[in-house]
């Protein structure tokens, strides 16, 4: 039995086969601080983005943007249909609370003990075309949260 396989489908198969994900599916994952309290400060904000940026580099997640307010995170991804959301939020909550708190102690004693996150979060589903929207929008929904509060009598002094 002969096969005959069209010349570019073969020449392709002599270089070498590499998967391709035709499809990728696109999530914003938006979870809180247990109980909601605002205790994210800017020191923690860096910390948050490179501890989820190395959980999803680890699980093949590709990160697309991740927004940090003072009580939740939002984290827009694309997984392959194979990956499942659950289990990849899962994974990057559970990084990011365990080296959190070692990094970053004081927040035990401010969410009174050692559960950084709240259990429940929410997804969406974005569609790729959105995806630019998607991020302007967190970006200046989060961009005033960490500015510097200015004193009333400060601005006092800077206008007289």
């Given at each position: 039995m002969e096969t005959y396989l069209a010349p570019a489908v073969h020449e392709a198969l002599l270089k070498g086969w590499e998967p391709i994900d035709r499809s990728r599916l696109h999530y914003l994952v938006?979870?809180?601080?247990?109980?909601?309290?605002?205790?994210?400060?800017?020191?923690?904000?860096?910390?948050?983005?490179?501890?989820?940026?190395?959980?999803?580099?680890?699980?093949?997640?590709?990160?697309?943007?991740?927004?940090?307010?003072?009580?939740?995170?939002?984290?827009?991804?694309?997984?392959t249909p194979t990956q499942s959301v659950a289990a990849s939020v899962r994974e990057v909550k559970g990084r990011a609370s365990m080296d959190l708190l070692q990094r970053h102690p004081e927040l035990r004693v401010w969410l009174r003990g050692n559960l950084v996150w709240d259990e429940r979060y929410a997804v969406e589903t974005v569609?790729?075309?959105?995806?630019?929207?998607?991020r302007d929008r967190l970006r200046h929904t989060h961009q005033e949260a960490f500015l510097p509060e200015v004193p009333e009598h400060e601005d006092w002094a800077a206008a007289s």
């Open positions: 938006t979870w809180s601080t247990r109980g909601r309290r605002p205790v994210l400060k800017d020191r923690h904000v860096e910390t948050i983005r490179s501890l989820v940026s190395k959980a999803c580099e680890e699980r093949s997640i590709d990160l697309i943007e991740v927004v940090v307010g003072t009580d939740h995170v939002h984290v827009l991804m694309g997984l569609n790729s075309a959105r995806l630019e929207a998607v």
